[in-house]
């Protein structure tokens, strides 16, 4: 047995029912065997070994009291998984299928990623089995607050800097860093990212995420003699990262035919009309169904996986982690799809990866494809620390020569290890890089 498959036997049995962490394991240890076959320190270090087992993981419980008065527990997490390059970063997701083992497989994909931006910032994910639907404004804050009366002993500028996720906006976040600062007495700004612009928040950190999967997109065009222009595109989820990768898309005179939510899709040939999605899914938090009552010609379906078998050439999976399956890509590159670029996280399953691949479709991983968002938390980090503030535009040109780089980058890296036009291994071998010569200089620990 070669020490990537020992290592993750190791992990199948030490983190049993963690499909999703196994899965996130599975993917990067492949891709790393030509890697460990070069350093045969690693092995001697035992260097897999250490960075599949997070540095620390808490779990707390959440009490809070609703609008009628009634208390509810929820659980909290915080994996602090790998800090060898920089202080945990990763995001928070409040959602009802939250468990250790998704907060894991977030967390260890975040430590890549991380590291693929260039910037100091190390690996982590956190949140709760919380559900912001339907919650009253005062529900949300009160939630917020108990959660960060725990939180707040586990992190700090220099030591864990979480963001949001799923379920975790702008208002979470705002809830989040008032209940920190009160604990604190203390202005810390760089404890969170994704703040509001009134008190350290980044211009382009909102869009940052959609933004940076379609510059992703665009260099991986760009690269085969295409452009965006013209171009159907079909992305999931109506979220922070669909709603911003949209807004791209149609700047690059792309058009966006079809978005989700968790219970059906919109299909609308004129194209989708932006502004009224982001009133209806950012501001005023309604289904997307709804999106019909102001365009009568557009279609509307129950089944949101359903999106998949819409015609397009560019596919944007920004939902949530195996939302596209095997028999999924099969419908997408039936119907002529040329690239898919990632923006959630594990979109797609390792089989519909691996036939996209296999059908020589583009595709852009998520660990390059949407480090955009974390690369401009870390930009938010640098202004706090600076006390100073950037231009939309600076950031935004930051933003984007940092894609440009990873694309580079995980092009290279699948180049230098042979296996060329693979960005699933370039990307993990990359981001491998960095952190592993990292804890190879710090000792073991
Ligand atoms: P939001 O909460 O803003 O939006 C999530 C969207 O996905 C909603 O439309 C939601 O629909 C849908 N969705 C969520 N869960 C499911 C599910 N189980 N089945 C079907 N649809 C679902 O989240 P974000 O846009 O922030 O995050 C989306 C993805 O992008 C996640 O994978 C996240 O980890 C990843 N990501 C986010 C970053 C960020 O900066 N925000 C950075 C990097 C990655 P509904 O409203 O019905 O729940």
Do not use: C, H, W, Y
């Given at each position: 047995m070669s020490y990537v498959q020992e290592v993750f036997e190791t992990v199948k049995r030490r983190n049993p029912g963690e499909l999703e962490f196994h899965q996130a394991v599975a993917e990067v240890l492949e891709s790393l065997e030509p890697v460990i076959d070069k350093h045969p320190e690693y092995r001697e270090f035992r260097l897999l070994d250490r960075i599949v087992e997070p540095e620390r993981q808490i779990i707390f419980r959440v009490p809070w009291e609703d609008d009628l008065g009634n208390i509810h527990v929820n659980r909290g997490f915080r994996v602090q998984f790998n800090s060898a390059i920089g202080p945990y970063k990763g995001g928070l997701r409040f959602h009802p299928s939250v468990n250790l083992g998704i907060i894991k497989f977030l967390g260890f994909e975040q430590i890549f990623k991380n590291s693929l931006t260039g910037l100091p910032i190390g690996g982590g994910k956190g949140g709760s089995d919380f559900d912001p639907k339907g919650k009253s404004d005062r529900e949300i804050m009160r939630f917020c607050q108990s959660f960060m009366s725990e939180l707040a002993q586990h992190i700090g500028p220099d030591v864990d800097v979480p963001a949001g996720d799923i379920g975790v906006g702008g208002r979470e976040i705002g809830f989040l860093y008032g209940q920190y600062k009160r604990l604190k007495n203390a202005t810390e700004a760089g404890v969170l990212t994704g703040k509001g612009i009134p008190f350290g928040g980044s211009l382009a950190r909102t869009e940052a995420t959609g933004y940076g999967t379609v510059y992703f997109l665009n260099e991986m065009l760009t690269d085969k003699g295409l452009e965006l222009k013209g171009k159907t595109v079909v992305i999931s989820g109506s979220g922070n990262v669909s709603l911003y990768a949209c807004k791209k898309c149609q700047e690059y005179g792309a058009k966006v035919v079809a978005m989700s939510d968790s219970n059906g899709y919109i299909y609308d040939k004129n194209g989708i009309d932006l502004n009224l999605m982001i009133r209806l899914?950012?501001?005023?938090?309604?289904?997307?169904?709804?999106y019909k009552n102001y365009h009568p010609e557009a279609e509307y379906s129950e089944n949101c996986r359903a999106i998949w078998s819409v015609k397009c050439d560019l596919a944007l999976p920004c939902a949530t982690q195996n939302e596209l399956n095997e028999q999924e890509a099969a419908v997408l590159i039936e119907n002529g799809v040329i690239a898919v670029a990632e923006g959630a996280n594990m979109p797609s399953t390792a089989e519909a990866a691996k036939l996209f691949q296999a059908h020589k479709v583009m595709f852009g991983p998520a660990k390059a494809a949407n480090a955009g968002g974390v690369a401009t938390s870390a930009l938010e980090m640098s202004q706090n620390s600076m006390r100073y503030s950037w231009t939309f535009a600076e950031v935004d040109q930051k933003l984007h020569q940092i894609m440009a780089n990873i694309y580079t980058m995980s092009k290279n890296a699948a180049q230098e290890f042979?296996?060329?036009?693979?960005l699933i291994a370039g990307a993990n071998i990359a981001g491998f890089q960095k952190v592993a010569a990292a804890m190879m200089a710090l000792g073991i620990y």
């Open positions: 899914k950012e501001i005023e938090r309604k289904r997307i169904k709804e042979g296996l060329e036009g693979n």
